[in-house]
């Protein structure tokens, strides 16, 4: 792949194995439609979602493509009162990416990165790339050498 996106520069960097995933040729938006796109299990394929917390602090949570994100569950992972999802037009400014080219890896500022549990039952995971049309695959072990985090259920039953 010639594009290389800061996320992979970060995980290059720090010798990370990972594999890469160009999903430009095709109109997939959301995170099961890239799951589609990629020819991968919606469960094993990751979103990104930035929150602001009642605190004011910012979380990152990484849930399933074709899950919703559980606001109570996330906020006890926290020990927030409350959380609520952060305004599209405020995404680009705090972390450096957009939405829908969002990643876990490479923010502006590490913010507490809480991933679902779920992701433990797979051998490796893939999430975005930081740009729209690329995604990574990586094993959790790999990954926390890149973004500190930890596992919580944070998703509707």
Do not use: W
Not at 12 to 30: F, L, M, V, W
Not at 82 to 96: E, F, H, R, V
Not at 131 to 147: D, F, H, P
């Amino acid at each position: 792949m010639s594009v290389k996106t800061n996320a992979m520069r970060i995980l290059d960097k720090n010798k990370i194995n990972y594999k890469t995933y160009d999903y430009t040729h095709t109109d997939a938006i959301s995170g099961v439609e890239v799951a589609a796109a990629l020819g991968q299990a919606a469960e094993q394929v990751f979103k990104t979602l930035v929150t602001t917390g009642k605190s004011g602090n910012h979380y990152v949570f990484v849930v399933p493509a074709g899950s919703e994100l559980d606001l109570k569950k996330a906020a006890a992972s926290v020990n927030e009162k409350a959380i609520q999802m952060l305004k599209s037009k405020d995404l680009l400014p705090l972390t450096g990416y957009i939405h829908g080219g969002c990643s876990p890896i490479g923010m502006k500022k590490q913010f507490q990165t809480v991933i679902d549990e779920s992701a433990s039952q797979f051998p490796t995971i893939i999430v975005s790339a930081g740009k729209i049309g690329y995604q990574v695959e990586l094993s959790l072990e790999e990954l926390r050498k890149a973004v500190a985090f930890s596992l919580f259920s944070l998703t509707a039953e």
